[in-house]
């Protein structure tokens, strides 16, 4: 059964191949990569995507995207993907 994290890994993958919201996946990969709890393989392929993203996006995106992680759990962060419209 995947993790929370996989999942969230997954959905940004899918969404960066329709190119949507680079910066905001940036965000939910730092979240994914950052959680003490996540798999060491599931990191690697967050780790991945974030440095494809990233080659995409100019530095006051990337630092404003990682900002925005600093008060948000992976909890916080599947709870926000639910309610978004």
């Known amino acids: 059964m995947p993790s929370?994290?996989?999942v969230?890994?997954?959905?940004?993958s899918f969404l960066a191949r329709r190119a949507e919201k680079s910066e905001a996946?940036?965000?939910?990969?730092?979240?994914?990569?950052s959680n003490i709890a996540t798999h060491a393989a599931t990191r690697e392929r967050a780790a991945?995507?974030?440095?494809?993203?990233?080659s995409q996006l100019t530095p006051q995106q990337i630092e404003?995207?990682?900002v925005q992680t600093q008060a948000t759990t992976l909890?916080?962060?599947a709870l926000a993907i639910l309610v978004t419209d």
């Open 8 to 12: 969230i890994v997954g959905l940004a």
């Open 48 to 54: 991945r995507l974030r440095t494809e993203l990233v």
């Open 64 to 66: 404003a995207a990682e």
């Open 75 to 77: 909890e916080g962060l």
């Open 25 to 33: 996946l940036i965000e939910w990969l730092h979240i994914v990569e």
């Open 4 to 6: 929370l994290a996989d």
